[in-house]
Protein backbone atom coordinates (compact mmCIF):
# COMPACT_ATOMS: atom_id res chain seq x y z
CA UNK A 1 0.00 0.00 0.00
CA UNK A 2 1.44 3.19 -0.81
CA UNK A 3 -0.17 5.01 1.77
CA UNK A 4 0.27 5.20 5.24
CA UNK A 5 -2.38 4.27 8.15
CA UNK A 6 -4.67 6.81 8.55
CA UNK A 7 -4.39 6.98 12.24
CA UNK A 8 -0.39 6.64 11.64
CA UNK A 9 -0.50 9.59 9.59
CA UNK A 10 -2.29 11.85 11.63
CA UNK A 11 -0.03 11.07 14.64
CA UNK A 12 2.92 11.50 13.49
CA UNK A 13 2.26 14.72 11.44
CA UNK A 14 0.37 16.87 14.06
CA UNK A 15 -0.15 19.44 11.67
CA UNK A 16 -1.16 17.61 8.64
CA UNK A 17 -5.11 18.56 7.73
CA UNK A 18 -6.32 16.41 4.68
CA UNK A 19 -8.52 17.89 1.85
CA UNK A 20 -11.59 15.47 1.55
CA UNK A 21 -13.75 15.64 -1.77
CA UNK A 22 -17.01 17.34 -2.25
CA UNK A 23 -20.91 16.60 -2.36
CA UNK A 24 -20.69 13.98 -4.74
CA UNK A 25 -25.04 13.10 -4.89
CA UNK A 26 -25.16 16.88 -5.63
CA UNK A 27 -22.50 16.88 -7.82
CA UNK A 28 -23.53 13.75 -9.81
CA UNK A 29 -26.67 15.30 -10.09
CA UNK A 30 -24.82 18.63 -11.74
CA UNK A 31 -23.25 16.60 -14.05
CA UNK A 32 -26.71 15.38 -15.61
CA UNK A 33 -27.28 12.41 -13.58
CA UNK A 34 -31.28 11.40 -12.35
CA UNK A 35 -30.63 10.50 -8.51
CA UNK A 36 -34.03 11.16 -7.36
CA UNK A 37 -34.83 7.84 -6.45
CA UNK A 38 -34.32 5.63 -2.86
CA UNK A 39 -30.63 4.78 -3.40
CA UNK A 40 -30.07 8.31 -4.20
CA UNK A 41 -26.34 8.80 -5.95
CA UNK A 42 -25.94 5.08 -6.06
CA UNK A 43 -28.81 4.60 -8.76
CA UNK A 44 -26.06 4.47 -12.01
CA UNK A 45 -24.28 1.68 -10.37
CA UNK A 46 -27.10 -0.70 -10.28
CA UNK A 47 -27.39 -0.51 -14.23
CA UNK A 48 -25.38 -3.31 -15.78
CA UNK A 49 -24.59 -0.47 -18.46
CA UNK A 50 -22.93 1.24 -15.93
CA UNK A 51 -20.13 -1.58 -16.21
CA UNK A 52 -19.32 -1.33 -19.53
CA UNK A 53 -16.25 0.39 -20.77
CA UNK A 54 -18.21 3.12 -22.81
CA UNK A 55 -21.08 3.75 -20.39
CA UNK A 56 -21.73 7.76 -20.56
CA UNK A 57 -22.62 7.44 -16.82
CA UNK A 58 -19.71 6.26 -16.00
CA UNK A 59 -17.72 8.59 -17.32
CA UNK A 60 -19.36 11.14 -15.64
CA UNK A 61 -18.41 9.52 -12.41
CA UNK A 62 -14.87 8.63 -13.16
CA UNK A 63 -14.87 12.68 -13.80
CA UNK A 64 -15.88 13.54 -10.93
CA UNK A 65 -13.51 11.78 -9.10
CA UNK A 66 -10.82 13.37 -11.68
CA UNK A 67 -11.97 16.76 -11.02
CA UNK A 68 -12.31 16.34 -7.19
CA UNK A 69 -8.44 15.48 -7.29
CA UNK A 70 -7.45 18.01 -9.56
CA UNK A 71 -8.95 20.33 -6.93
CA UNK A 72 -6.71 18.50 -4.10
CA UNK A 73 -9.01 15.92 -2.47
CA UNK A 74 -6.60 13.65 -1.13
CA UNK A 75 -9.79 11.29 0.64
CA UNK A 76 -12.39 10.61 -1.09
CA UNK A 77 -15.76 8.49 -0.78
CA UNK A 78 -17.54 5.91 -2.44
CA UNK A 79 -20.97 6.79 -3.98
CA UNK A 80 -22.72 4.12 -1.35
CA UNK A 81 -24.63 7.00 1.16
CA UNK A 82 -27.94 5.38 0.91
CA UNK A 83 -26.30 1.97 -0.05
CA UNK A 84 -27.84 -0.11 2.70
CA UNK A 85 -28.70 -3.38 2.04
CA UNK A 86 -32.46 -2.53 3.33
CA UNK A 87 -32.66 0.41 0.40
CA UNK A 88 -30.82 -1.37 -1.90
CA UNK A 89 -32.82 -4.85 -1.44
CA UNK A 90 -36.05 -3.10 -1.17
CA UNK A 91 -35.84 -0.69 -4.43
CA UNK A 92 -33.76 -2.26 -6.81
CA UNK A 93 -33.71 -5.48 -8.73
CA UNK A 94 -30.56 -6.65 -5.82
CA UNK A 95 -32.03 -8.46 -3.80
CA UNK A 96 -30.04 -11.19 -2.52
CA UNK A 97 -26.80 -10.61 0.24
CA UNK A 98 -24.85 -12.01 -2.40
CA UNK A 99 -25.94 -10.33 -5.56
CA UNK A 100 -25.35 -6.97 -2.63
CA UNK A 101 -21.63 -8.07 -1.90
CA UNK A 102 -20.84 -8.11 -5.37
CA UNK A 103 -22.56 -4.50 -6.24
CA UNK A 104 -20.67 -3.00 -2.88
CA UNK A 105 -17.37 -4.84 -3.88
CA UNK A 106 -17.33 -3.29 -7.27
CA UNK A 107 -18.69 0.14 -6.31
CA UNK A 108 -15.41 0.29 -3.85
CA UNK A 109 -12.91 -1.08 -6.63
CA UNK A 110 -14.18 0.88 -9.06
CA UNK A 111 -13.40 4.26 -6.94
CA UNK A 112 -9.86 2.68 -5.77
CA UNK A 113 -9.57 2.32 -9.97
CA UNK A 114 -10.37 5.94 -10.23
CA UNK A 115 -8.53 7.92 -7.07
CA UNK A 116 -5.39 5.73 -7.41
CA UNK A 117 -2.63 3.84 -5.07
CA UNK A 118 -2.14 7.23 -2.75
CA UNK A 119 -5.39 8.62 -2.00
CA UNK A 120 -7.69 7.81 1.10
CA UNK A 121 -10.86 6.38 0.21
CA UNK A 122 -13.79 6.22 2.89
CA UNK A 123 -16.51 3.86 2.47
CA UNK A 124 -19.49 5.86 2.92
CA UNK A 125 -22.03 4.84 4.71
CA UNK A 126 -25.62 7.00 5.50
CA UNK A 127 -27.11 7.24 8.99
CA UNK A 128 -30.05 4.95 9.80
CA UNK A 129 -32.49 7.76 9.55
CA UNK A 130 -31.20 8.66 5.72
CA UNK A 131 -33.46 5.24 4.60
CA UNK A 132 -36.35 7.00 6.25
CA UNK A 133 -35.38 10.68 4.94
CA UNK A 134 -34.68 12.01 8.72
CA UNK A 135 -31.39 12.59 8.91
CA UNK A 136 -32.20 16.43 9.22
CA UNK A 137 -34.79 16.14 12.08
CA UNK A 138 -33.04 13.16 14.11
CA UNK A 139 -37.22 12.15 14.63
CA UNK A 140 -36.15 8.54 15.13
CA UNK A 141 -39.95 7.45 16.57
CA UNK A 142 -40.69 6.83 20.19
CA UNK A 143 -38.48 4.43 21.10
CA UNK A 144 -35.20 5.29 19.36
CA UNK A 145 -33.37 3.41 21.71
CA UNK A 146 -34.55 0.30 20.98
CA UNK A 147 -33.82 0.12 17.03
CA UNK A 148 -31.25 -3.04 16.19
CA UNK A 149 -29.23 0.02 14.53
CA UNK A 150 -26.15 -2.81 14.14
CA UNK A 151 -28.67 -5.24 11.81
CA UNK A 152 -29.33 -2.01 9.35
CA UNK A 153 -26.04 -1.47 9.09
CA UNK A 154 -24.32 -4.92 9.07
CA UNK A 155 -24.31 -6.47 5.16
CA UNK A 156 -22.86 -2.72 4.19
CA UNK A 157 -20.05 -2.81 7.35
CA UNK A 158 -19.47 -6.28 6.84
CA UNK A 159 -18.15 -5.31 3.02
CA UNK A 160 -16.08 -2.46 3.86
CA UNK A 161 -14.60 -4.09 7.26
CA UNK A 162 -13.54 -6.80 4.72
CA UNK A 163 -12.10 -5.04 1.92
CA UNK A 164 -8.70 -4.23 1.28
CA UNK A 165 -9.69 -0.81 -0.86
CA UNK A 166 -11.59 1.15 2.12
CA UNK A 167 -9.28 3.09 4.88
CA UNK A 168 -11.61 4.06 6.60
CA UNK A 169 -15.55 3.43 7.66
CA UNK A 170 -17.73 7.06 7.42
CA UNK A 171 -20.71 6.91 9.52
CA UNK A 172 -22.39 10.02 7.74
CA UNK A 173 -25.00 12.52 9.05
CA UNK A 174 -25.78 10.82 12.26
CA UNK A 175 -28.57 13.03 13.84
CA UNK A 176 -29.58 10.78 16.61
CA UNK A 177 -28.17 10.29 20.40
CA UNK A 178 -28.82 6.71 20.42
CA UNK A 179 -27.59 5.91 16.86
CA UNK A 180 -24.20 7.36 18.51
CA UNK A 181 -24.25 5.26 21.34
CA UNK A 182 -24.83 2.07 19.52
CA UNK A 183 -21.78 2.67 17.02
CA UNK A 184 -19.54 3.40 19.93
CA UNK A 185 -20.62 0.33 21.68
CA UNK A 186 -19.66 -1.57 18.44
CA UNK A 187 -16.23 -3.45 19.00
CA UNK A 188 -13.28 -4.68 16.90
CA UNK A 189 -14.68 -7.67 16.02
CA UNK A 190 -18.28 -5.45 14.98
CA UNK A 191 -15.93 -2.38 13.23
CA UNK A 192 -12.73 -3.52 12.58
CA UNK A 193 -11.58 -0.80 10.21
CA UNK A 194 -10.54 3.11 11.31
CA UNK A 195 -13.91 4.64 11.56
CA UNK A 196 -15.39 8.41 12.13
CA UNK A 197 -18.97 9.77 13.23
CA UNK A 198 -20.17 12.64 10.95
CA UNK A 199 -22.57 14.42 13.26
CA UNK A 200 -25.68 16.07 11.83
CA UNK A 201 -25.63 19.05 13.83
CA UNK A 202 -28.88 22.26 13.68
CA UNK A 203 -28.24 25.73 13.18
CA UNK A 204 -28.11 26.35 17.17
CA UNK A 205 -25.02 23.89 17.18
CA UNK A 206 -27.56 21.01 18.69
CA UNK A 207 -27.72 17.42 17.62
CA UNK A 208 -30.65 17.18 15.72
CA UNK A 209 -32.43 15.12 18.26
CA UNK A 210 -31.79 17.95 20.83
CA UNK A 211 -28.72 16.64 22.41
CA UNK A 212 -25.98 19.12 23.29
CA UNK A 213 -22.23 19.06 21.67
CA UNK A 214 -21.36 18.18 26.01
CA UNK A 215 -24.05 15.45 26.44
CA UNK A 216 -21.83 13.61 23.18
CA UNK A 217 -18.80 14.31 24.67
CA UNK A 218 -19.67 13.41 28.47
CA UNK A 219 -20.80 10.14 26.90
CA UNK A 220 -17.36 9.49 24.95
CA UNK A 221 -16.00 10.20 28.33
CA UNK A 222 -17.66 7.75 29.92
CA UNK A 223 -17.16 4.99 27.69
CA UNK A 224 -13.53 5.81 28.05
CA UNK A 225 -10.99 3.29 27.79
CA UNK A 226 -13.51 0.92 26.85
CA UNK A 227 -14.23 2.60 23.46
CA UNK A 228 -13.15 0.62 19.79
CA UNK A 229 -9.62 2.36 19.29
CA UNK A 230 -10.79 2.03 15.79
CA UNK A 231 -12.80 5.46 16.79
CA UNK A 232 -10.61 7.70 14.57
CA UNK A 233 -12.33 11.24 13.91
CA UNK A 234 -15.37 12.54 14.79
CA UNK A 235 -17.03 15.53 13.30
CA UNK A 236 -19.83 17.47 11.50
CA UNK A 237 -21.26 17.13 7.83
CA UNK A 238 -23.65 18.14 5.80
CA UNK A 239 -24.47 21.35 8.18
CA UNK A 240 -24.59 25.23 7.30
CA UNK A 241 -21.93 26.37 6.18
CA UNK A 242 -22.46 29.90 8.06
CA UNK A 243 -22.21 28.25 11.66
CA UNK A 244 -20.36 25.60 10.81
CA UNK A 245 -16.90 26.49 12.28
CA UNK A 246 -18.68 27.41 15.63
CA UNK A 247 -20.28 23.69 15.93
CA UNK A 248 -17.04 22.59 15.31
CA UNK A 249 -14.99 25.39 18.03
CA UNK A 250 -18.14 23.68 20.34
CA UNK A 251 -17.34 19.99 19.79
CA UNK A 252 -13.30 20.92 20.64
CA UNK A 253 -13.82 22.83 23.15
CA UNK A 254 -15.34 19.95 24.97
CA UNK A 255 -12.90 17.19 23.57
CA UNK A 256 -10.10 19.04 22.77
CA UNK A 257 -7.96 15.72 22.41
CA UNK A 258 -10.04 14.08 19.89
CA UNK A 259 -8.94 14.89 15.95
CA UNK A 260 -12.06 16.24 13.74
CA UNK A 261 -13.34 16.29 10.75
CA UNK A 262 -15.76 18.75 8.76
CA UNK A 263 -17.32 19.21 5.81
CA UNK A 264 -20.18 21.73 5.32
CA UNK A 265 -22.89 22.08 3.05
CA UNK A 266 -22.03 25.11 0.00
CA UNK A 267 -23.75 27.70 1.73
CA UNK A 268 -26.62 28.11 -0.66
CA UNK A 269 -29.70 28.04 1.16
CA UNK A 270 -33.09 26.23 0.16
CA UNK A 271 -35.93 27.62 -0.96
CA UNK A 272 -38.41 24.23 -0.68
CA UNK A 273 -41.22 26.33 -1.74
CA UNK A 274 -39.81 27.30 -4.84
CA UNK A 275 -37.59 24.49 -5.26
CA UNK A 276 -34.51 26.45 -5.83
CA UNK A 277 -31.18 27.17 -4.01
CA UNK A 278 -29.94 30.81 -3.33
CA UNK A 279 -26.78 32.25 -2.89
CA UNK A 280 -25.17 32.55 0.56
CA UNK A 281 -26.10 36.04 1.74
CA UNK A 282 -23.39 36.13 4.18
CA UNK A 283 -20.80 37.43 2.21
CA UNK A 284 -18.01 37.88 4.97
CA UNK A 285 -18.09 33.91 5.33
CA UNK A 286 -15.70 32.43 2.81
CA UNK A 287 -13.77 29.25 2.77
CA UNK A 288 -10.53 30.60 3.66
CA UNK A 289 -11.73 32.59 6.60
CA UNK A 290 -14.03 29.18 7.79
CA UNK A 291 -10.90 26.66 6.97
CA UNK A 292 -8.66 28.87 9.00
CA UNK A 293 -10.95 28.67 11.84
CA UNK A 294 -11.68 24.74 11.60
CA UNK A 295 -8.05 24.84 11.70
CA UNK A 296 -7.78 26.63 15.27
CA UNK A 297 -10.61 24.34 16.09
CA UNK A 298 -8.39 21.34 15.56
CA UNK A 299 -9.78 19.70 12.24
CA UNK A 300 -7.88 17.37 10.61
CA UNK A 301 -10.35 16.48 7.60
CA UNK A 302 -11.55 19.55 5.91
CA UNK A 303 -14.10 18.93 2.70
CA UNK A 304 -17.51 19.86 1.38
CA UNK A 305 -20.80 18.17 1.68
CA UNK A 306 -24.42 18.77 -0.39
CA UNK A 307 -23.82 21.86 -2.97
CA UNK A 308 -19.90 22.16 -2.86
CA UNK A 309 -18.25 21.60 -5.97
CA UNK A 310 -14.22 21.15 -7.28
CA UNK A 311 -14.09 25.07 -7.28
CA UNK A 312 -15.29 24.55 -3.72
CA UNK A 313 -12.64 21.73 -2.71
CA UNK A 314 -10.07 24.22 -4.75
CA UNK A 315 -10.21 26.90 -2.47
CA UNK A 316 -10.18 24.40 0.47
CA UNK A 317 -6.53 23.17 -0.45
CA UNK A 318 -5.76 26.91 -0.77
CA UNK A 319 -6.95 27.46 2.86
CA UNK A 320 -5.51 24.34 4.31
CA UNK A 321 -2.24 25.04 2.45
CA UNK A 322 -2.14 28.42 3.86
CA UNK A 323 -3.47 27.70 7.36
CA UNK A 324 -1.70 24.24 8.09
CA UNK A 325 1.83 24.29 7.12
C1 LIG B 1 -26.85 13.94 2.65
S1 LIG B 1 -25.16 14.06 2.99
C2 LIG B 1 -24.45 13.24 1.65
C3 LIG B 1 -23.06 12.81 1.86
C4 LIG B 1 -22.50 11.99 0.75
N1 LIG B 1 -21.16 11.58 1.07
C5 LIG B 1 -22.49 12.74 -0.57
O1 LIG B 1 -22.07 13.82 -0.66
O2 LIG B 1 -22.83 12.24 -1.55
ZN1 LIG C 1 -24.71 16.46 2.47
Not at 100 to 122: H, M, P, Q, W
Request: hydrophobic share 35%; proline share 5%; glycine share 6%.
Amino acid sequence: MARLALKQLLQENPRKVLVLDGGQGTELERRGINVANPVWSTIPFIDDAFWSESSAERKIVEEMYRDFMKAGAEILMTVTYQASFKSVSENTPITTLSEYNSLLTRIVDFARGCVGEDKYLIGSIGSWGAHVCCEFTGDYGPNPETIDYYEYFKPQLENFNKSPQIDVIAFETIPNIHEIKAILSWDETILSKPFYIGLSVDDNGLLRDGTTMAEIAEFIKSVGDKINPNFTLLGINCVSFNTSSDILASIHKVLPDMPLLVYPNSGEVYDAERKVWHPNGDKSNTWDLVVKRYIEAGARVIGGCCRTTPEDITEVSEAVKKYSE
